[in-house]
C-alpha cells in the first residue's frame, strides 16, 4: 500500500490550546485536558484539573466525542518518556476544554 503525503492541515483543522489562567483551576467543575491526560493513546480524566463552567470558553475550545488530540510540547522526542507527539482520541461524552 503506497500512502499520499498531504499537510495535516489540509485534512484535518488543527486547534492549539486554550491558555487558562493558573487561578482557574480547581478540583471539580469541566475538565481540562492537558499533556499529562494523554496516556497510552486515550484521554484520562481523572487528573483533577477543571475550571468552573461559568468561565466562558470558546466553542471551538470544545472537546467532542472522536476528536483526536496530539502533544506538540514537552520533553525531547527522542526520551522514552517524552510527551511530545502523544496522541489520543476522545472517547468521552462529557464536556471538556
Known amino acids: 500500500m503506497k500512502w499520499e503525503t498531504v ?9 492549539s490550546g486554550y491558555a487558562f489562567k493558573s487561578n ?9 485536558i492537558k ?13 483533577g484539573d477543571c475550571v468552573d463552567s461559568s468561565i466562558e470558553v470558546h466553542p471551538r475550545f470544545h472537546l467532542s466525542f472522536g476528536d483526536i488530540l496530539i502533544s506538540l510540547t514537552g520533553s525531547h522526542i527522542s526520551l522514552p518518556s517524552s510527551v511530545v507527539g502523544r496522541v489520543a482520541k476522545y472517547r468521552h461524552a462529557s464536556i471538556s476544554y
Request: hydrophobic letters at 45%; aromatic letters at 4%.
Open 7 to 15: 499537510e495535516i492541515g489540509k485534512i484535518a483543522k488543527v486547534i
Open 24 to 32: 482557574d483551576f480547581q478540583l471539580d467543575g469541566i475538565p481540562v
Open 35 to 47: 499533556i499529562k491526560n494523554i496516556k497510552n493513546e486515550n484521554v484520562v480524566l481523572n487528573e
